[in-house]
């Protein structure tokens, strides 16, 4: 069989037999990443290929760029002291399960603090993605979202202190580096919007790619993994959207989308078949367990407990905030890689967080009885007003007389008496075929 044919099946493979098995509520992630673990497990170290390792690397590297261009910090001011508060809880734990893996599973203070952090970090981008499914009311998914990030924030920073802290002096290089490029990236934009996208317009989506895959290498180089370069691409390019309004726009968000939704599942195919055969033991099964019996109930209830104190929402409420936020399953794999490959993890305990990170991505599937899945096609979240702005001028363009109303900030209080003043409305008369009747 030729390479060629090899890859077209694979891609059809990844592509089409996963979408079709989310009818039975398995995530399509799970479906890539099975698949991946068949082929490590069929042809062994030739399941490795480079062509399918720099797809990985394209795939969840435009994941992070999309979960960075979703970072609005007005509304992250908005709930700013109630995130304070769950951001100073998490530190707390992340502190209290790094140390319970330094005093007792035996390991290294940073292999204990990636641990914690594959353990209760929620994968931001995947939940994103999967957010409009769940029929979450929309002040459920404000929290959601902006937990999501905060805390995605919060674990890169921590991330790149622990990697590096362990020798002082590559920490100073890698931090001046990284300054360095937080400073640099904005002005690479602005140039490139003054003396590229004006001559070649449609541009911006393929810049900020290109921008983010250069930032997401420089700090592969770095030690800390691609994720955090591109996602601080995606995060610079969304502060930069007044200047630059096209930069993140909406298409270039839905085109971010698409483009991370072609080559995730390949991250997914490519982390399966890196899966050691001593994973897949009895012992790995439970010791996953275990970590899913102890961890999951403890995230999903600290984040419980914690909206019921702070808001007093009702228990259903507080529930499915904390459910939407259980799956871990992009960061735990990105992390027990690091583990494996930088700190010698035994196999046991990667099987242990592949197993834990699977039941966490189930869990809303089963609750919410919809399957998660990295699906840039849905729509989560409110539209930027610059972006509503563009549907409307579009929609008219093509005649739409239903073309969506300027958004207006009127209160509910302020409307009440508007209402009372029309007086009541008329009433209406039954119609006496109404449809199927």
Partial sequence: MSRELIYLLLIFGLLVVPRALQRYKIPAPLTCLLFGIVAMLVWGDESHDTVVAMLATLGISSLFLFAGLEVELSALRKGLWPLV?????????????????WRYAGMGWQAAGLLALALLTPSTGFILDSLARLGLDEEERFWVTSKAIAGELLALVALFVVLQAGDPMRMALSSTALIAMLVGLPL??????????????????????????IAAFATAKLGVYYLVGAFVAGLIARLL???????????????VRLFASF????????????????????QALGLGLLLTAVVLPLRVGVVWLQRRALFGEKHGASLRVSVALAPTLIFTLVLAAILRDRFALPDAWFGALLLYATLTTILPSLVFRTPFDVDPAEDHGPVHPDDAGDRRRRAAA??????????TAVPAAAAAPAVAAAGPAPATRADPHPPGG
Avoid: C, D, Q
Wanted: positive net charge; charged residues 10%; glycine residues 10%.
């Fill in 188 to 213: 690479v934009f602005v140039a490139l919007g003054r003396w590229v996208a004006p001559h070649a317009p449609g541009s911006e989506f393929s810049l900020l790619v290109m921008v983010g895959m």
């Fill in 263 to 282: 080559f995730v599942p390949f991250y997914f195919f490519n982390a399966g078949t890196k899966v050691p055969s001593g994973a897949l033991s009895f």
């Fill in 398 to 407: 093509a005649g739409n007389a239903a073309a969506e109303p300027e958004p």
């Fill in 241 to 255: 959207r007044e200047r630059m309004p096209r930069l993140a726009s909406h298409e270039n968000l839905h085109a």
């Fill in 85 to 101: 508060a769950h951001l100073v809880i998490r530190t707390a734990t992340l502190f209290g399960v790094g140390w319970l893996a």
